[in-house]
Structure formats: C-alpha cells, structure tokens
C-alpha cells in the first residue's frame, strides 16, 4: 500500500521561510518522478515544482523559481519543498505526489499517488 505523508506547512509572514515534507512508504522515490502541486482557495490545482527519477529533471513554475527548491532524500524515501521569500499568494494547501514515469512533469493527472495536503499561509 502506498502512503504519502506530509508534514510541515503553517502560518507564517510575508518573506519568510517554510519546508514541506512528504515521507513515502510502499513506493521508492528514488525511482519515480515527484511532484509538489498547490490549489488556492477558488482555484484549480496548479503545479509548483518537479523531480525526476534519481538526480533530475527538475522543473518549476514561473512564479515560484528562483524561491522554492525541490529536493529528495533517498535515504529517507522522503521529498521536499523548501520555501523561501513567501508572498501572500503563495497561501494555499500544497500536495507532494508521485508519478511512475519518473519525469517529475507538470501534468497533473500524470500523477497516481498523492499526499494528504497541508495548509501553507502567508500573512502580508
């Protein structure tokens, strides 16, 4: 059975600093592609960033490059998002996934197993 835990998230104030985590149990992340997606309130789910199999690719949305990284420990089975220079807009719940093409693509539906979601907001 595969799970995916987060952890992390919270309130925090503009220009500050959050990770995510996101433990794997049933699947080996170091195979597979991982992705962290957001959904705002009254908006679709939209991609943030993405990891390919072992060492790469990784991809970001336009509006968090350059402030987010994504990253992977495979001695941990576990993946991250680290958050830097949050903006209000970033405010949002924020899912890890894993897809078994190992691209770490942006297509949403390219993904089969998702984590439970945690709260990230971002005061002004």
């Known amino acids: 059975q595969v799970q995916l835990l987060q952890s992390g998230g919270g309130l925090v104030q503009a220009g500050g600093s959050l990770r995510l985590s996101c433990a794997a149990s049933?699947?080996?992340?170091?195979?597979?592609?991982v992705g962290w997606f957001r959904r705002a309130p009254g908006k679709e789910r939209e991609f943030v960033a993405g990891?390919?199999?072992?060492?790469?690719?990784?991809i970001y949305a336009e509006s968090v490059k350059g402030r987010f990284t994504i990253s992977r420990d495979n001695s941990k089975n576990t993946a991250y998002l680290q958050m830097n220079s949050l903006k209000p807009e970033d405010t949002a719940v924020y899912y890890c996934?894993?897809?078994?093409w190992g691209d770490g693509t942006a297509h949403l539906e390219a993904y089969n197993y998702w984590g439970q979601g945690t709260q990230v907001t971002v005061s002004s």
């Open positions: 049933g699947v080996t992340f170091s195979r597979h592609g």
């Open positions: 990891l390919g199999w072992n060492t790469g690719p990784i």
């Open positions: 996934a894993s897809e078994p």
